[in-house]
């Protein structure tokens, strides 16, 4: 043991010397910073003013229009710190010179395409700017308006169809979702004075509602009620899963590249000439494993101390998900499962490295490694959903994705016959997993040439 003890303490302190270890050590530090700020100062800041062209040809509409965007623009501070959405602010300009505003929208529009594609600019508060968005609303508007009894195909009745939205921006629809309710409900109150119906009356009953509350039966009596940290704890799993993959994997690949350079330059011949082959092996895996943890904990260490420094400021969520880890079992949890697939993982990988004389040979076992440690990442949005369905049980049951699922799944309370059965039997899978990676440790280490095939390896471990 104290020969494995001093080949971890090696591996540890060679490893902590490379740059790649330090720069992994504060990159996660200085991303999160980052992202925490820029966050802040978007919700703080907000936005770039965006300018958009709006004509109204029935001259009905412009009015609504404007009021509903001038007070999505000066709420837009207090929408922010409610939904965590960055503001967004937008603001009318000039319909260019040259351009009627009376001429058929196909024409408008044609017209209106060099400054929508940046190609030329519009004037704003004298000064030219870029052209984000154009409305146009033909003067027959009324006549195309789609009612119940008349079926979809009345929108397109005076021949064409009705407002048309002109952007090159197709992600993000404030701004035709703001125009098209303002439109919409002025549509509806003059429906309701053409019909003789009070509008502010109707708008009262479809205002008037029964409360509603979500419980959740797992909370103790008088406590049920869910709350915003109880949304960021069922989801926060799905962190510390995307977090535990980039760790093993890192710390994998780690201990693959130092396998390989030391074999191809004979330091493992002067190695093994003072310890045994299974002494070496323990020795790297636990020294690796030690890197892997100093690493973890710096992260962690971050974690806790970027929600802290925000918790009580202007980002609302951060506080939830500070709430929501200093109410849960993840931190443990996290730690237990990141051992524990870690040296499952990593056992894999330094059987494989053994066998191999360049990263180059090695390539090709990681490339299948990768692809099994890929099904976590892709079911990860979907366990969270159902947590205790069918996918998510299976999987669990699966050594090599056990710590993933059930990392993702420690929030949802899964059946202690899950909780206490897939750790067992993930204890037993990586036994196994070293026993084996110790057989062909120690024939593969020092053979050259080309590496075995899968069955000359499995002779081997049967050997």
């Known amino acids: 043991m104290r020969f494995v003890f001093l080949v971890a303490w090696r591996e540890y ?6 740059k790649g270890f330090w720069i992994g050590l504060f990159m996660f530090p200085l991303i999160l910073f980052v992202s925490i700020s820029v966050s802040v100062l978007l919700q703080t800041k907000g936005a770039p003013i965006r300018h958009y062209v709006l004509v109204d ?4 509409f412009a009015s609504v229009v404007e009021s509903s965007l001038a007070q999505l623009k000066s709420g ?3 929408g922010a710190r409610a939904s965590n959405a960055p503001p967004r602010s937008f603001q009318a300009a ?8 009376n001429a058929d929208l196909a024409s408008l529009a044609r017209e209106l395409k060099p400054y929508l594609r940046r190609e030329k600019n519009v004037t704003a508060d004298g000064r030219g700017v870029e052209l984000y968005a154009a409305m146009l609303i033909p003067r027959d508007i009324e006549k195309r308006i789609v009612r119940p009894h008349a079926g979809p195909q009345a929108a397109n009745a ?12 197709l992600a993000d629809g404030t701004l035709r979702e703001a125009v098209e309710q303002a439109v919409n409900k002025e549509i509806r109150r003059r429906e309701y004075l053409a019909r003789g119906l009070d509008a502010a009356a109707i708008r009262e009953v479809e205002q008037t509602r029964a409360p509603f509350a979500s419980l959740n039966p797992n909370k103790e009596a008088g406590q049920e009620a869910v709350s915003g940290a109880d949304i960021v704890r069922q989801w926060a799993p799905s962190g510390f899963v995307y977090l535990l993959w980039v760790a093993i994997f890192a710390i994998s690949q780690m201990l693959l590249n130092n396998i390989i350079e030391e074999k191809s330059n004979r330091i493992i011949e002067v190695l093994l000439s003072s310890v045994t082959p299974g002494e070496l092996m323990m020795g790297k895996l636990f020294g690796i494993a030690a890197i892997g943890l100093t690493m973890v904990g710096v992260w962690m260490a971050s974690l806790f101390g970027a929600l802290v420094w925000k918790s009580g400021g202007a980002s609302e969520i951060t506080g ?6 200093r109410t849960s079992n993840l931190i443990p949890m996290f730690l237990l499962y990141f051992l524990l697939g870690y040296l499952l993982y990593a056992t894999l990988i330094l059987a494989l490295g053994s066998v191999c004389n360049t990263l180059k040979e090695a390539q090709s076992y990681m490339g299948m490694v990768t692809m099994l440690m890929m099904v976590p990442m892709l079911t990860m949005p979907f366990i969270p959903k159902d947590p205790n369905g069918t996918l998510a049980r299976v999987l669990s049951w699966i050594p090599i994705y056990t710590p993933f699922t059930m990392m993702n799944r420690v929030n949802a309370h899964p059946q ?7 750790t067992l039997l993930l204890l037993a899978s990586t036994a196994a997993a070293l026993w084996m990676a ?3 440790f120690r024939i593969g280490i020092l053979r050259t040439g080309q590496p075995p095939k899968i069955m000359e390896m499995l002779r081997w471990i049967k050997g």
Do not use: M, R, V
Not at 57 to 60: I, M
Not at 320 to 325: E, K
Not at 416 to 422: E, V
């Open 94 to 101: 000039a319909l260019p010179a040259g351009i009627d505003p």
């Open 57 to 60: 040809q029935s001259g009905k």
């Open 438 to 440: 110790g057989k062909i």
């Open 320 to 325: 939830q998900l500070l709430l929501a880890l």
């Open 416 to 422: 202690l016959f899950d909780l206490i059965g897939t």
């Open 76 to 78: 837009s501070q207090a």
């Open 158 to 169: 005076a021949g064409g169809g009705g407002i048309e939205y002109w952007s090159a921006n």
């Open 13 to 18: 302190a060679e490893n902590a010397k490379t």
